[in-house]
């Protein structure tokens, strides 16, 4: 029987079309790794960010594994001041994710959500599935039938 993770369940409930990928995920890859392990291209495979603006405001974004976030670009796409990263302590409290497995889809709330703007010149992006070891692929425009995503410049 496949395992499906809460991700993979709301893309099956709203008829989404996707693959899903399993790695080992008992030992700590980075996602440079994990794209290397699922033989796909890392500026393909996607981490998934949760920043907090300086009104408190969550928001979500989305990368290429290779690249870091710059903090500057994400408070201009977000309309903030500036934005800083979610301490890895309070991401479970927050998303219902752990680091390293968090995944735009399924998270306990909605929060704004951004991709950088490369994501546009792939047919599908590769993304965790919310568990460390899964990944799932999908079109963005399957991806904007659960999460609001917007896309804009975003890394250094």
Avoid: W
């Avoid at 392990?37 to 928001?59: A, D, M």
């Avoid at 690249?67 to 998303?95: F, H, P």
């Amino acid at each position: 029987m496949e395992v499906k993770t809460n991700a993979m369940r709301l893309l099956d409930k709203h008829k989404a079309v996707y693959r899903s990928y399993r790695y080992d995920g008992t030992v700590a890859l980075s996602g440079i790794e994990v794209a290397t392990v699922l033989g796909q291209n890392p500026k393909q495979v996607f981490k998934t960010l949760v920043t907090v603006g300086k009104s408190r405001q969550n928001y979500v974004f989305m990368i290429p594994v290779a690249e870091e976030l710059d903090l500057k670009k994400a408070a201009a796409a977000a309309g903030e001041k500036a934005v800083e990263m979610v301490k890895s302590r309070e991401l479970l409290g927050l998303t219902g994710y752990i680091h390293g497995g968090c995944s735009p889809i399924g998270m306990k709330k909605t929060f704004p959500t951004f991709i950088d703007e490369t994501a546009a010149g792939f047919a599908t992006v590769i993304f965790s599935a919310g568990k460390i070891g899964f990944q799932i692929e999908t079109s963005m425009a399957e991806l904007q039938k659960i999460v609001p995503l917007k896309t804009a410049a975003l890394t250094v």
